[in-house]
């Protein structure tokens, strides 16, 4: 009878041992296969003429770096016009599987595919339907999507479809000083400024335009540029009581481009206005604005704005991480990875001297080789 006990005793020790390590090979294999991609587009040195640019991803498997692949080679500009483009303003991830320039084009990461090479901006992802608005001089102002199901490309036709929040405004700039325009549906056009600033244009770069940021329905705001393209002023219009306030002021005498730039701050309520190398913070409600010399990123990121010559502060949860030469734009984070594109800095000169990535899990940065980066995207799974 003991003997009995003993072996009945044995296999249940014998199936709790074996569960346990059922279990921990489980986990172990969900380690294992745990892999995250960060997208980065390069420009393809041999195809000058067309601005060819290859998109890869670095992919990191059980927190170790485990190579890279190209997905696939996108044409650049086709009869002296802008075609596909990745290498200019910001892109956009969506459902860890589709790009999305800043001009509109759409590539499936997954397929390795063009999906979409036409142009517009875009307005949001929403389900399979990714939509775009378009102000054209010659087809004129509409919202168009992109089907991801369909894989087709179709305008809204709806006259009362809006996704942008805000009514129709522009400014108007064939002469400086331009004017602030208004065009109310069905009805003549309305000058609200005559004077609404000069938009940099004594600027010797190529300017993108002047930012105009809703706040609601009526409420918006605008940098209002001096000639000079050294100062401004941050102002908010309220469309249905035809009236402005000046927020607040900027200035700098930085020789970078002007890049003026309004967003929504990423941990925070508050927009960020770029202007050179100086970032403010704006408090559209409370109509109040200060200078920052951090900007606070996703994932308990946090940089220093403005670069000083032994590099840019990075810090992950308040406390720092690195002093690193890299361009604010340059920072691409995920819950366990932070990537950025190193850069020498030879008096005025900046050059790139590869990728950096830092792993939360060994709280250290590793270099990697790469080719000149046109644009770093951001990290996926897959």
């Not at 991801?148 to 942008?164: Q, W």
């Not at 930012?211 to 469309?239: M, R, S």
């Not at 030469?325 to 030879?346: C, D, G, Q, R």
């Amino acid at each position: 009878m003991v003997y009995v006990y003993c072996l009945i005793f044995s296999l249940i020790y014998k199936l709790k041992f074996f569960k346990y390590i059922f279990v921990l090979l489980v986990f172990s294999g969900y380690a294992q296969n745990s892999s995250e991609s960060l997208i980065a587009i390069h420009y393809d040195t041999d195809s000058k003429a067309d601005l060819k640019q290859n998109i890869y991803k670095y992919t990191f498997t059980n927190n170790v770096f485990a190579g890279r692949e190209k997905l696939l080679t996108v044409v650049g500009r086709k009869n002296d016009k802008d075609y596909v483009r990745f290498d200019q303003g910001t892109n956009t991830i969506y459902q860890d599987r589709y790009l999305i320039s800043s001009i509109g084009n759409i590539v499936d990461l997954k397929e390795k595919k063009v999906l979409h090479d036409g142009t517009g901006k875009l307005v949001k992802c929403s389900n399979d339907s990714i939509v775009f608005y378009t102000n054209d001089i010659f087809k004129g102002k509409y919202y168009s999507y992109y089907d991801l199901k369909t894989n087709k490309y179709s305008e809204i036709k709806s006259l009362t479809f809006k996704a942008i929040v805000g009514q129709d405004v522009e400014l108007d700039r064939t002469k400086s000083p331009y004017k602030l325009n208004y065009y109310p549906a069905n009805k003549p056009k309305v000058v609200l400024m005559e004077d609404a600033g000069h938009g940099g244009i004594s600027s010797n770069y190529k300017l993108g335009g002047i930012p105009i940021y809703w706040v609601d329905e009526n409420n918006f705001i605008f940098p209002n540029v001096k000639i000079t393209n050294l100062e401004g002023a941050i102002v908010k219009y309220n469309l249905q009581t035809k009236t402005l306030k000046e927020i607040g002021t900027f200035n700098s005498t930085s020789n970078l481009a002007p890049n003026y730039k309004i967003e929504k701050s990423a941990n925070s309520s508050l927009l960020e206005f770029y202007f050179k190398d100086k970032l403010y913070l704006i408090n559209p409600i409370k109509e109040t604005m200060l200078i920052s010399n951090y900007r606070d990123l996703e994932n308990n990121y946090s940089i220093e704005v403005v670069e000083k010559p032994s590099g840019r502060l990075v810090f992950l949860k308040g406390k720092e991480i690195g002093k690193i030469h890299f361009a604010l734009n340059n920072f691409k984070s995920s819950a366990h990875y932070a990537a950025i594109v190193k850069e020498i800095v030879m008096g005025d000169e900046s050059y790139q001297q590869g990728l950096a990535v830092y792993n939360t899990y060994s709280s250290k940065w590793e270099n990697i080789d790469a080719e000149e980066v046109a644009s770093l995207v951001g990290w996926v799974k897959f």
